[in-house]
């Protein structure tokens, strides 16, 4: 069995930021594995700008993005696994990973979870109609344009506005199919509004809120779909549904954190992100085992996703240098219309001069603030237009402005309701 002092699973931008982060801050010993050929992960079939504005102050693609952490990690003298799987994590952070040439199991001084996620398929969504050709999720469809040369279909129904849905709207279009319409069950976006407005807006495909594919039709190959108006418990209306000729249907409805390797490290997982509940130096509550990026909660920006990555990179390498340190931790908690908030617990002792919350309020809300509050103090305001489901908010909290006697919490207000504390 061979000993290595950090083992990150994953080689996408949360775990490339974390291996070269866990170096800077002292780690000699760090070990990228990935099950596929190249780092990187999603952003290779990415070929749209819109990336690196935070971190690099540059717009890129996410192949260039990805290129500069890879460049940076080899610069760092990151070790590399490639075309390697990760069967199993124990709670004691024994790592098995099998290649076409061998099975390894490697100690591991600190582990790093960086899976990513993956798209929620069909199966999930329970559409009536038979099983045809010519359905595919929105990034099985990127992977075969970008990547691939091909075109999967020419006249196209998208259901789900997530940003892979609407960016594939947009990419679709720019390849000569025609997108008959985005339908999305809730009555508001999962995406970003700029996405919305840049890839449907710009080229007049319409967005039906409140909707659904209700149908599926055709035989061998799909030849249409029925879409139908849902009410606010999202069962469909009788009588609104309408039929839509197409031969391609993508789905892009929402993104699941890859945990099954949490699972068997023996992590517990947050019900609401789906994904690692963690403290402010990303670690789990199994002792030396960290997760960051899309494996913890899904992000909108790949820039906040790389600085979590550096954040878990500096808890790993703390970890190293004193594995017996203790803890004072307190929890961040959410009410009133803020759905999750990551970290869900704040290291008193540990984790940077700042700590950086993340959360996602549960619907749209106009004229609102969210409140941060530790008993009846305020400590943070922060005032929007609109708060929206489809984007992150992200904020950052002073760690010597906190005392151990309270638990963090997050709540949002509605124009003209009156604030009570939690006392």
Request: aromatic share 4%; glycine share 12%; proline share 5%.
């Amino acid at each position: 069995m061979a000993d290595r002092e950090v083992v990150v699973i994953g080689a996408g931008p949360a775990a490339l930021a974390a291996a070269i982060s866990a170096k800077k801050n002292g780690a000699r010993d760090v070990l990228v594995i990935e099950r596929g050929a190249k780092p990187g992960g999603i952003l290779n079939q990415c070929i749209h700008n819109g990336f690196g504005l935070h971190y690099f102050q540059s717009e890129l693609t996410g192949p260039e993005y990805a290129y500069r952490f890879a460049h940076m990690a080899e610069d760092a003298g990151i070790e590399h696994c490639y075309d390697t799987m990760v069967t199993d994590i124990t709670p004691e952070r024994v790592v098995t990973a099998i290649s076409r040439k061998s099975a390894e199991r490697i100690r591991a001084g600190a582990v790093i979870l960086a899976m990513g996620c993956r798209e929620r398929p069909r199966g999930a969504l329970n559409i009536p109609g038979s099983r045809v050709s010519g359905i595919l999720t929105a990034g099985t469809a990127q992977l075969l344009v970008n990547m691939e040369g091909y075109l999967p279909g020419r006249e196209v129904v998208i259901l789900g506005s997530g940003d892979i849905g609407l960016i594939m709207a947009r990419r679709m279009t720019l390849e000569g199919a025609k997108v008959r319409a985005v339908c999305e069950i809730m009555p508001y976006s999962g995406g970003l509004r700029r996405n919305i407005a840049q890839c449907l807006e710009d080229f007049d495909i319409p967005l039906k809120f409140s909707h659904t594919v209700s149908c599926i039709h055709g035989g061998r190959r799909l030849t249409g779909v029925t879409i139908s108006a849902v009410d606010e418990n999202r069962a469909v209306i009788p009588g609104t549904g309408e039929y839509i000729p197409c031969d391609l249907l993508l789905l892009s409805v929402g993104l699941i954190p890859e945990n099954e390797l949490s699972l068997k490290a023996g992590v517990t997982l947050d019900p609401v992100t789906g994904g690692p509940v963690v403290d402010s130096r990303m670690e789990t509550d199994v002792d030396g085992v960290f997760a960051c990026g899309n494996v913890v909660h899904v992000h909108d920006l790949v820039d906040y996703v790389s600085y979590e990555g550096e954040r878990a990179g500096i808890g790993a390498a703390e970890f190293l240098r004193d594995p017996e340190r203790g803890k004072v931790a307190i929890q961040t908690k959410t009410t009133g219309g803020v759905r999750y908030c990551v970290p869900q617990k704040i290291d008193l002792q540990g984790g940077g001069e700042s700590i950086p919350l993340s959360f996602r309020v549960d619907n749209i809300y106009r004229n609102a603030e969210v409140v941060i509050s530790q008993g009846t103090r305020v400590i943070r305001r922060i005032k929007h237009p609109v708060f929206t489901p489809g984007e992150m908010e992200r904020v950052d909290i002073r760690r010597n402005i906190l005392d151990s006697g309270n638990d963090l919490t997050i709540s949002l207000r509605k124009d003209g309701d009156e604030w009570k504390p939690n006392a």
